[in-house]
């Protein structure tokens, strides 16, 4: 797949030696063969890596982690939770905005493009990088996993302390690995509708996030979002 991958250096540097291994031929290939059989993928290839290119390594302060792109038209464009220009702003993104409201007075945008938090230092990574059109979870169980558990493992073993947001038990499996000696790790229930309301509501989650980066010595995130 290296040979396809659009990926800034400072993270392929890290994670060249995941482009070498088998499992990763065998998720391009899938991918490969998926497009040429007429199925619609999100994000289109050119964003599955879009998280990476819009958070370098070095400046990376809070990760997001969520499962898998949205599989409606037009939603995923590569960045967890995110949706492109004006898209319907999903039900667990409200949750988000309105915790996020109620944390730190934020105004609630129109929008749910969360492009502005990722040049921040927010690195909003999912689980799994491609989905089929209207198939949730479709790319699960094809090699994405291990590639972004990897990604994870970069971040925990980086100089800088990062706040880790682990939303669900899918998130916090993901982030069981990570040195919570030298990192902020927050736990709180997804933002789904179905779970938001057993503790991810006033889980105070952004106010902790800049408390911990002031710190340490980062600049918190400006957590507004512009029109």
């Known amino acids: ?12 540097s890290l994670l060249e030696a ?3 291994q088998d499992y990763m031929d065998q998720l391009s290939a899938f991918l490969r063969s998926e497009k040429a059989s007429g199925k619609r993928i999100y994000p289109p290839g050119i964003e599955f890596f879009a998280a ?7 400046d990376v302060k809070v990760v997001v982690l969520g499962q898998d792109p949205y599989h409606g038209a037009g939603q995923a464009h590569g960045l967890s939770f995110s949706v492109r220009g004006r898209q319907r702003i999903p039900p667990s993104l409200q949750n988000i905005f309105r ?10 945008p129109n929008h749910g493009d969360l492009s502005g938090w990722a040049t921040q230092g927010v690195l909003l990574l999912n689980s799994v990088l491609s989905v089929e059109h ?8 094809r090699g994405w996993e291990r590639f972004t558990d990897a990604v994870v493992a970069a971040v925990n073993a980086g100089e800088s302390p990062v706040v880790f947001m682990l939303w669900g038990a899918h998130a916090q499996r993901k982030g069981a690995k990570v040195d919570s000696d030298r990192h902020c790790v927050l736990l709180a229930p997804h933002p789904s509708p179905l779970s ?28 507004s979002l512009s029109a």
């Open 1 to 12: 797949m290296a040979g396809d991958v659009r990926l800034r250096q400072e993270w392929l």
């Open 18 to 20: 995941e482009f070498e």
């Open 52 to 58: 990476l290119e819009a958070t370098p390594p070095a």
């Open 99 to 108: 915790e996020l409201h109620e944390d730190l007075g934020v105004s609630v």
């Open 134 to 141: 209207g198939a949730a979870g479709s790319h699960q169980g």
């Open 196 to 223: 938001a309301h057993r503790g991810f509501m006033g889980c105070r989650h952004f106010s902790q996030a800049n408390a911990f980066l002031a710190a340490s010595g980062r600049q918190p995130v400006d957590w």
